[in-house]
């Protein structure tokens, strides 16, 4: 082959495989974007005064005075919109019938919009459901109910796929006493809602209510809280103990290589196998809890990661120097003593890092705990309960609230949230293990 | 022992010792023998409670037959469909997932700089670690809509990023090798201008035309086999990535300095050294990443659309599939309910099936690993 060729195909090779690295990390990015971008939005957003007349009614928060006098120029600022509508319903019993029962329910749907937009008409009785006690509390979903009110969607089914049609109401009211409501909504909603730029990090600790329409996500963070600790409370324990007998004391034979295989055997079982077995044996058979609890997932998930924290108490056990252990032999102290006073101290950053990383795959993990330990409504659980209860989780719930919701669309940014959230705990703790890590090597070093 | 009377130990005292150190030991075995035999109790559990339905005569339709109908009565539980929608979406899922993992640990461990790859290998192994619902969450959300109001079009942009580098490296390295190399300096150089332009040109209308084809394709659903694959495929690369790299590391250097020594370059090294050196390594990582998009539950719960169907060609992408492990996490849900009843029994069927298919994935994974060490050892 002539040497201009050879060099061309080192050349392909290069470029293909650099491309493949670029295409790797721009897929990931695209994937990670999305959820970290729209999730950052559950926390700092634009909120309208209807989320902090929220605020102040279900968590006390605010000062009482400025909120009142929010209020008040709020309802100023909406009192020619809500005047407009009264003078339209005057003029509608006046209406020939033909023209009213043309008009009446276009009038009812854009009276129902202002309501979920601005919340309730002042002086209406207050409806049962909290959804309905507050108006948009987030200027991007109050841009987005304004412009229900001011287009009906339709859905235009004569050709082979449906199409989305959008008809502005507006020019149904042409010449009523409604028609000046229309531009209200166009170019004054912002003195009737007054968005304001706001953090809003309790998010992570307060509770939802009302199906997560308001509120945080605090139930679901201290279950998956409570799931991480409990699994690694059981699976770090067995796990440096599994180790050490496979580091100090077992001898080589096939009763190492059986139980050698069975950890990696463990290691490969399909993660909703795991919950399959934590149903069968933990809540069937052994009946730790009358039904699914938290102590059952912990459970399950502490063998999901056993294989895991194993491996990485014996790769830190290994890592020991042999000298260590020789000196402490010399100095007299049994083998006991040696693991104890000696090598595990010597071992535990690196134990440490296992546990951490393992932490965050049960932190994440979804499938063994469905069937074992999470509920779709949950309240935030006392640890009294934690025996026999089960508990919402970030997990579970984010797979729950876009799935099964009854509004999927409108709790769009407690879904970023929450998606958020648990990408951003368990890197986190990667993050963390990944610099016991470098401290460890850099001490080794020298 | 501090004022040296002691030193010795009474024969008594020796004796204590060594009954603790006998206790401690069993202790440990006691122990270390839980966390291993769990995997026993795993088996044991499934299979008990898979077996009632395997019992009952119903195993032919099992495997065989596609009307999963659970909830009728009397209910049928025909899994052929499911099984094959398992099947389909791990391997589009492998298949797209193998090559670009396999390439960049072959840029990351041999053409990266090191500082480069320092950096590089502990962020991979981050992203290994993102829980599935977020990646199921992203397919539901951001990739399903998209999929299904702009299909044809993601479809054509794919390929012109995946096609427009390969058809046109493939031209300009096909033409350099067709191009007869006894010519003279200048004859050869004009044939293989000439031939690269005649290859480029009909790249281009391979190109052109397919991508056609592709932005003309329309979607039903967002939610398919394709989403899910996609998004299994970008799941499993960072293991793949993490341990091919390890594989392709573990081949040493000595390897690579005898071949640069003979006047190799990097791409001969590489394809004719390294790789068939670390060939087991990769097929490890290649299993690895099976067993994760097989056992995968959250993505393909989300992403497949789960309708119990074998798609018509089976090699359609486009259309929804049902996985084993949607079904069992979506079947299961009213478990406490269940207990004991058909529907239950045949979930655990369902997982006694993934349960002996992770296993065969493990025992291959082992016999490649043990072949290659006596290989190794010169065999």
């Given at each position: 082959?002539?040497?201009?060729?050879?060099?061309?195909?080192?050349?392909?090779?290069?470029?293909?495989?650099?491309?493949?690295?670029?295409?790797?990390?721009?897929?990931?990015?695209?994937?990670?974007?999305?959820?970290?971008?729209?999730?950052?939005?559950?926390?700092?957003?634009?909120?309208?005064?209807?989320?902090?007349?929220?605020?102040?009614?279900?968590?006390?928060?605010?000062?009482?005075?400025?909120?009142?006098?929010?209020?008040?120029?709020?309802?100023?600022?909406?009192?020619?919109?809500?005047?407009?509508?009264?003078?339209?319903?005057?003029?509608?019993?006046?209406?020939?019938?033909?023209?009213?029962?043309?008009?009446?329910?276009?009038?009812?749907?854009?009276?129902?919009?202002?309501?979920?937009?601005?919340?309730?008409?002042?002086?209406?009785?207050?409806?049962?459901?909290?959804?309905?006690?507050?108006?948009?509390?987030?200027?991007?979903?109050?841009?987005?109910?304004?412009?229900?009110?001011?287009?009906?969607?339709?859905?235009?089914?004569?050709?082979?796929?449906?199409?989305?049609?959008?008809?502005?109401?507006?020019?149904?009211?042409?010449?009523?006493?409604?028609?000046?409501?229309?531009?209200?909504?166009?170019?004054?909603?912002?003195?009737?809602?007054?968005?304001?730029?706001?953090?809003?990090?309790?998010?992570?600790?307060?509770?939802?209510?009302?199906?997560?329409?308001?509120?945080?996500?605090?139930?679901?963070?201290?279950?998956?809280?409570?799931?991480?600790?409990?699994?690694?409370?059981?699976?770090?324990?067995?796990?440096?103990v599994a180790a050490i007998y496979f580091q100090e004391y077992a001898r080589n034979g096939p009763m190492l290589s059986f139980l050698r295989s069975c950890v990696n055997t463990?290691?490969?079982?399909?993660?909703?196998?795991?919950?399959?077995?934590?149903?069968?044996?933990?809540?069937?058979?052994?009946?730790?809890?009358?039904?699914?609890?938290?102590?059952?997932?912990?459970?399950?998930?502490?063998?999901?990661?056993?294989?895991?924290?194993i491996?990485?108490?014996e790769?830190?056990i290994a890592?020991?120097?042999?000298?260590?252990?020789?000196?402490?032999?010399?100095?007299?102290?049994?083998q006991?003593?040696?693991?104890?006073?000696?090598?595990?101290?010597?071992?535990?950053?690196?134990?440490?890092?296992?546990?951490?990383?393992?932490?965050?795959?049960?932190?994440?993990?979804?499938?063994?705990?469905?069937?074992?330990?999470?509920?779709?409504?949950?309240?935030?659980?006392?640890?009294?309960?934690?025996?026999?209860?089960?508990?919402?989780?970030?997990?579970?719930?984010?797979?729950?609230?876009?799935?099964?919701?009854?509004?999927?669309?409108?709790?769009?940014?407690?879904?970023?949230?929450?998606?958020?959230?648990?990408?951003?705990?368990?890197?986190?703790?990667?993050?963390?293990?990944?610099?016991?890590?470098?401290?460890?090597?850099?001490?080794?070093?020298? | 022992?501090?004022?040296?009377?002691?030193?010795?130990?009474?024969?008594?005292?020796?004796?204590?010792?060594?009954?603790?150190g006998l206790?401690?030991r069993s202790l440990l075995l006691l122990i270390t023998s839980?966390a291993a035999l769990?995997v026993l109790?795993?088996?044991?559990?499934?299979?008990?409670?898979?077996?009632?339905?395997?019992?009952?005569?119903?195993?032919?339709?099992?495997?065989?037959?596609?009307?999963?109908?659970?909830?009728?009565?009397?209910?049928?539980?025909?899994?052929?469909?499911?099984?094959?929608?398992?099947?389909?979406?791990?391997?589009?899922?492998?298949?797209?997932?193998?090559?670009?993992?396999?390439?960049?640990?072959?840029?990351?461990?041999?053409?990266?700089?090191?500082?480069?790859?320092?950096?590089?290998?502990?962020?991979?192994?981050?992203?290994?670690?993102?829980?599935?619902?977020?990646?199921?969450?992203?397919?539901?959300?951001?990739?399903?809509?998209?999929?299904?109001?702009?299909?044809?079009?993601?479809?054509?942009?794919?390929?012109?990023?995946?096609?427009?580098?390969?058809?046109?490296?493939?031209?300009?390295?096909?033409?350099?090798?067709?191009?007869?190399?006894?010519?003279?300096?200048?004859?050869?150089?004009?044939?293989?201008?000439?031939?690269?332009?005649?290859?480029?040109?009909?790249?281009?209308?391979?190109?052109?035309?397919?991508?056609?084809?592709?932005?003309?394709?329309?979607?039903?659903?967002?939610?398919?086999?394709?989403?899910?694959?996609?998004?299994?495929?970008?799941?499993?690369?960072?293991?793949?990535?993490?341990?091919?790299?390890?594989?392709?590391?573990?081949?040493?250097?000595?390897?690579?300095?005898?071949?640069?020594?003979?006047?190799?370059?990097?791409?001969?090294?590489?394809?004719?050294?390294?790789?068939?050196?670390?060939?087991?390594?990769?097929?490890?990582?290649?299993?690895?990443?099976?067993?994760?998009?097989?056992?995968?539950?959250?993505?393909?719960?989300?992403?497949?659309?789960?309708?119990?169907?074998?798609?018509?060609?089976?090699?359609?992408?486009?259309?929804?599939?049902?996985?084993?492990?949607?079904?069992?996490?979506?079947?299961?849900?009213?478990?406490?309910?269940?207990?004991?009843?058909?529907?239950?029994?045949?979930?655990?069927?369902?997982?006694?099936?993934?349960?002996?298919?992770?296993?065969?994935?493990?025992?291959?994974?082992e016999?490649?690993v043990a072949?290659?060490r006596?290989?190794?050892?010169?065999?």
């Open positions: 082959m002539r040497r201009t060729t050879r060099k061309l195909l080192d050349r392909a090779l290069t470029l293909s495989a650099c491309f493949a690295v670029a295409l790797m990390a721009a897929f990931l990015l695209f994937v990670l974007a999305p959820i970290l971008v729209k999730g950052a939005s559950a926390y700092l957003f634009r909120a309208t005064a209807e989320h902090r007349r929220m605020m102040r009614d279900q968590f006390g928060r605010g000062d009482a005075g400025q909120m009142r006098a929010e209020r008040a120029a709020v309802l100023e600022a909406r009192r020619p919109l809500y005047e407009a509508m009264a003078a339209f319903e005057r003029e509608l019993a006046e209406m020939p019938a033909a023209r009213r029962r043309e008009l009446r329910p276009a009038f009812q749907e854009v009276r129902e919009g202002i309501a979920r937009l601005l919340g309730p008409e002042p002086g209406a009785p207050l409806p049962a459901l909290t959804r309905r006690l507050y108006g948009q509390t987030r200027w991007d979903r109050a841009r987005i109910q304004a412009d229900r009110i001011l287009f009906e969607e339709t859905w235009d089914y004569s050709g082979e796929r449906g199409v989305r049609v959008r008809a502005p109401r507006e020019p149904l009211f042409e010449g009523t006493a409604l028609a000046p409501v229309f531009p209200m909504l166009r170019e004054s909603l912002s003195p009737m809602l007054r968005p304001r730029l706001t953090f809003y990090p309790r998010f992570l600790t307060d509770k939802s209510f009302d199906a997560h329409f308001f509120g945080g996500i605090g139930p679901e963070v201290m279950g998956t809280v409570y799931l991480a600790l409990g699994a690694m409370l059981i699976a770090v324990p067995l796990g440096i463990l290691a490969g079982v399909p993660s909703i196998v795991f919950g399959l077995f934590g149903l069968a044996f933990f809540i069937n058979t052994l009946k730790v809890s009358p039904g699914k609890s938290v102590l059952a997932g912990a459970l399950t998930l502490a063998l999901l990661v056993l294989p895991t924290v491996r990485a108490s790769e830190a890592a020991v120097p042999r000298s260590y252990k020789e000196a402490a032999l010399a100095l007299g102290a049994g006991w003593r040696t693991i104890l006073t000696v090598i595990l101290p010597a071992a535990l950053p690196g134990i440490l890092t296992g546990t951490v990383i393992s932490m965050g795959r049960a932190a994440g993990e979804t499938a063994p705990i469905i069937f074992t330990a999470a509920v779709s409504v949950g309240r935030l659980i006392r640890p009294s309960e934690l025996l026999a209860q089960p508990t919402p989780a970030l997990s579970w719930n984010l797979y729950n609230l876009c799935t099964e919701h009854e509004a999927v669309d409108e709790i769009r940014h407690v879904q970023y949230g929450m998606a958020a959230t648990l990408v951003a705990i368990v890197l986190l703790l990667n993050l963390t293990a990944i610099v016991i890590r470098a401290r460890v090597a850099r001490k080794l070093k020298g | 022992m501090a004022t040296g009377e002691h030193i010795l130990l009474t024969a008594r005292e020796a004796r204590k010792r060594k009954l603790f206790l401690g839980v769990a109790a795993i088996i044991f559990f499934i299979a008990r409670d898979a077996l009632p339905f395997f019992s009952g005569g119903r195993s032919a339709a099992f495997f065989l037959s596609t009307a999963w109908y659970p909830t009728h009565e009397p209910p049928q539980f025909g899994a052929a469909a499911i099984f094959v929608g398992s099947l389909l979406v791990t391997a589009a899922a492998v298949v797209l997932a193998v090559p670009p993992g396999v390439c960049a640990a072959l840029c990351m461990s041999d053409i990266l700089p090191f500082n480069v790859r320092q950096v590089l290998k502990p962020v991979i192994e981050m992203l290994a670690a993102i829980p599935s619902v977020a990646y199921g969450f992203f397919a539901l959300v951001v990739l399903a809509p998209l999929l299904q109001e702009q299909g044809g079009r993601l479809l054509a942009a794919a390929w012109w990023t995946l096609a427009l580098p390969a058809l046109g490296l493939a031209a300009v390295v096909g033409a350099d090798l067709l191009t007869p190399a006894e010519l003279p300096e200048r004859a050869h150089n004009v044939l293989r201008a000439a031939l690269t332009l005649l290859f480029l040109a009909a790249a281009s209308v391979i190109l052109v035309v397919v991508g056609r084809v592709l932005a003309a394709v329309r979607i039903a659903s967002g939610v398919n086999a394709l989403n899910a694959s996609v998004i299994l495929g970008v799941m499993a690369l960072p293991t793949i990535v993490s341990v091919s790299e390890d594989a392709l590391q573990a081949a040493g250097r000595e390897l690579r300095e005898g071949s640069y020594a003979l006047g190799a370059t990097r791409a001969e090294t590489l394809v004719k050294v390294v790789i068939p050196a670390a060939v087991s390594g990769i097929f490890s990582a290649v299993l690895l990443g099976i067993m994760r998009a097989l056992g995968e539950t959250m993505v393909v719960w989300m992403a497949s659309g789960n309708a119990a169907q074998i798609p018509k060609p089976a090699y359609n992408l486009l259309l929804p599939v049902r996985t084993l492990t949607a079904t069992i996490a979506g079947d299961m849900g009213e478990a406490d309910q269940m207990t004991g009843s058909a529907h239950y029994h045949v979930l655990f069927a369902m997982g006694l099936s993934l349960l002996i298919f992770s296993f065969a994935c493990n025992l291959a994974g016999w490649i072949r290659q006596k290989r190794l050892r010169g065999g």
